[in-house]
């Protein structure tokens, strides 16, 4: 009160939930001032402006939304815009491409001469030209991408120009890719790296106009750029990995063709084949066509697994090939005695078998639709092998994944039954305990013993309270049924159970056994 009493009071301070930052010299113009001014007006205001702090992003914050806003009339004088500084005409690419984004129709026949004008430019000291380069490609990615298409096939030779051009870029530089080694999303912000991912989606756009269009221009792009003497970069390479199923439907036999460039075994290249195989790892890359097309390379994948590695990225790279080749068993392209399988499993970390295990058990409870006899018999096949690599020595932590399995409630339940008890005496349980004796609670009637046993061993895990509070109530259902059951191994098996877990300090279950006793 004092306080207030002096300095008066405290002024609501209210956070604002989409601040913008700035970057750069603040901008010598109000918004209204430059819709006001003509496009000449305009082009010569901004390319003669020189702000004292050397660079210009926050007068390009103004331009993209004031070309958006007029994006026919900016794109019919697009030819116009070459001379601004490269910060500012990429905001303007980044306008026409918000206006495409929106429905707002473009000029596209001086966009492209715009677009082809940029495509020539040279990096210089002064101006930074990948920029404006990574823009253009995305207008264009957008553009060919658009349903319906923003552009008719007699835009064909300028759009493919245009990107082919960018694709000889030098960017990414060598010493970028040392810098930012690991980063994943360098490959989709470099200039050649985007003109790829251009090419595919300039591939799709023609074949949308004609299916039988045979794109011997774009595979002889692909086939050139394959080569490293004219692109060396793995960075690059990722992206024909993270698009290998779009070029495996614009033409399979084609990447069957090119899997030994793809995929170079020799030494000398091996970061090329880590190139396309880490883009490949990308979920929305994978396709079963390609599972198919590719076994050689999992093998070879498996080949340089490493579980003793601390590199994070070689450890993520093996848990996706171990998680990719389940899925292999999963649809049946590879059957779960192929060596691939064993092999895979001998070289993943304990970690990565014990997840990848579990995550099939998650996805299984969460599948809608009823599970294929042959998947459902492979998957038990799996398993059951994964059984057998542990009584030859393999560590048993893997076999906790069961209780996942389990809990999905998609195998036989005496087959079931057994594995999790075999699991829960030899690595004990996993996360998730609450589903498996919900599980329990509903076979508890048709196999009681087992179901007890499971139960028991659950309880004998638990030296906390806590430990039982989310599985009380299912497990009182199955201790409750096997109370009032007539065969008297039940009732000594349960109340054991009770007994114990009251000893564990749960008490919620003690209450059965006065009323089996008042009955």
Known sequence: DGIVARVGEPSVFVLDPHPQVSVGAPSPFAMEELQAMSIEELVATVAEWHPQLGYRGTLAYQLTPLVSG?????????????????????????????????????????LLLLAANIAERVENDEQEWRWVKQEVLRLLIAAVGKQPPALGLVRRNDVFSVVARCGLDGDPSPETEEQLAGNGDLARTSVRGLSIEAMV?????????????????LFEFFEQHLDPAVDPSPTVRTMYGRWLA??????????????GSLFPHDPEHRNLWLGV?????????????????????????????????????????????????????????????????????????????????????????QQATTLDDAVRDRLMSL??????????????HELRAFCAWFASGRFPPEWALAKLEHAL????????????????????????GPVLRCLELLVEEGNEPWFFETWEEPARVVLSASLVAEDETLHRLAAGIINKATARGNLAWRDLLHDEREG
Not at 246 to 259: E, I, K, P, Y
Not at 383 to 396: D, F
């Open 425 to 448: 005496r030899q690595a004990g349980s996993s996360e998730g305990v609450h589903l498996v004796v919900e599980r329990l609670a509903a076979l508890v009637e048709e196999l009681p």
């Open 70 to 110: 007029s994006s026919d009339a900016f794109s019919a004088r697009a030819m116009d815009l070459a001379v601004l500084p490269a910060e500012h005409l990429a905001a303007v690419v980044r306008g026409f491409g918000a206006a495409l984004q929106e429905g707002t129709p473009l000029q596209w026949d001086q």
């Open 201 to 217: 989606q300039y591939g799709t756009w023609v074949r949308r106009f004609d299916p039988e269009d045979a794109l011997s221009e």
């Open 383 to 396: 398993w059951e092998r994964r059984e057998t690599a542990i009584e030859a020595g393999a560590p048993a």
């Open 246 to 259: 779009n070029l495996c439907w614009l033409d399979a036999s084609w990447v069957a063709d090119q899997l």
């Open 277 to 365: 195989w880490t883009g490949f790892l990308w979920p929305s890359a994978q396709w079963t066509t390609l599972d198919r097309l590719l076994l050689d390379e999992f093998e070879f994948a498996r080949s340089l697994m490493d579980s003793a590695s601390t590199d994070r990225n070689q450890n993520g790279r093996d848990a996706q090939l171990l998680a990719l080749v389940q899925r292999l068993v999963y649809q049946g392209v590879i059957e779960a005695s192929h060596p691939l399988v064993d092999a895979t499993f001998s070289g993943a970390s304990e970690k990565a078998k014990r997840e990848t295990l579990t995550m099939i058990g998650h996805q299984l409870r």
